[in-house]
């Protein structure tokens, strides 16, 4: 018969699966770090098990090796990269590995070893500063200041939270002396972070704080509400972006991103309405010489209807009547 289950074994199974309160992924890796060692761990230790299931982190380092070093290596003739079946990624390998002892191997990573640890002497901490957490880390309620402030959004490529990790980056980089003042932060996805570096001082925050500008006299600035469709007769319905820009195609890439959604969702809401629409006219006129009136962009979502008129075909290319049929 196996021996009845340990007091300890019984006191942690009861802590995980009855107490342990699941607010991040934490506690069950470090948890898995001590239960796979007879020693203490390092905290060390426990952080590279949570780097190990860091996305955000693999993410980080897959765009650096793709971009950066796996780029210069290959284009040496050092490594070639090649694709692999059911990956997306790819991968790399040694021109000539195959022809290395073990030995030499052995004597290639001594090697490296040597100039890394060259490296880190010339350059003592600031190896990896871009990415240190040592120096007055953000706190998470800063961080989600700064990410609410950007509407989940990243503020240089206008890119969703749920399309790619965002970080939090400082504008003036620490380095050059820039604080952790949340007036010093803006949301940005990990590619444009990684493109940016810690040597530019770019704020893409004047992305977002153009978005309050107004016009006086501009009858789409003077709308009341928080809503941006403006209903006209029989559904056609006006989405107007809340920034007064005249020409629709200067639109920044957050607000391109916010019209189609706006788009989609009055097409839903009417599609539910009137189950007589069957098809559907985008449009923007874009300058006098295409007719428009109104020097606010917006644009025009016009349900159309079987017979509504004698010959819909060619749509929007109607515009110019020589051209509509052809």
């Not at 290395?100 to 490296?112: K, M």
Request: one cysteine or more; charged letters at 25%; hydrophobic letters at 35%.
């Amino acid at each position: 018969m196996p021996p009845p289950p340990s007091a300890t074994y019984q006191r942690l199974r009861e802590y995980i699966a009855e107490r342990m309160r699941m607010s991040h992924i934490y506690k069950p890796l470090m948890l898995m770090e001590l239960l796979g060692r007879s020693s203490p761990a390092p905290a060390q230790d426990v952080a590279r098990r949570i780097l190990g299931e860091d996305v955000t982190q693999i993410d980080y380092y897959t765009e650096r090796v793709k971009r950066m070093v796996g780029k210069v290596l290959t284009g040496n003739g050092i490594t070639a990269y090649c694709n692999v079946a059911y990956s997306l990624i790819g991968a790399y390998s040694l021109i000539g590995g195959d022809e290395l002892s073990d030995a030499e191997r052995d004597q290639l990573q001594q090697l490296c070893r040597q100039c890394l640890d060259a490296f880190r002497e010339q350059r003592g901490e600031e190896v990896f500063a871009h990415r240190s957490r040592h120096r007055s880390p953000i706190s998470g309620s800063v961080k989600y200041r700064v990410l609410t402030r950007a509407r989940g959004r990243c503020e240089c490529c206008g890119a969703h939270e749920h399309q790619r990790a965002l970080e939090v980056d400082h504008i003036v980089p620490k380095n050059q002396g820039g604080s952790d003042a949340i007036s010093n932060l803006q949301a940005l996805c990990f590619r444009c972070n990684a493109g940016k570096r810690d040597t530019d001082c770019t704020d893409f925050r004047g992305v977002q704080a153009s978005y309050g500008h107004r016009e006086a006299g501009c009858v789409f600035c003077a709308l009341k509400g928080s809503g941006r469709v403006l209903l006209e007769n029989e559904g056609h319905s006006l989405v107007i972006p809340r920034r007064h820009v005249a020409d629709g195609l200067e639109l920044h890439q957050p607000e391109w991103n916010a019209v189609v959604e706006l788009l989609k969702l009055r097409r839903e809401q009417l599609s539910a309405q009137d189950a007589t629409i069957s098809g559907w006219n985008v449009g923007l006129n874009s300058g006098e010489a295409a007719g428009q009136t109104v020097f606010h962009a917006h644009w025009h979502l016009i349900p159309r209807r079987e017979g509504d008129c004698e010959q819909p075909r060619g749509g929007v290319r109607g515009v110019i009547p020589s051209r509509r049929a052809y």
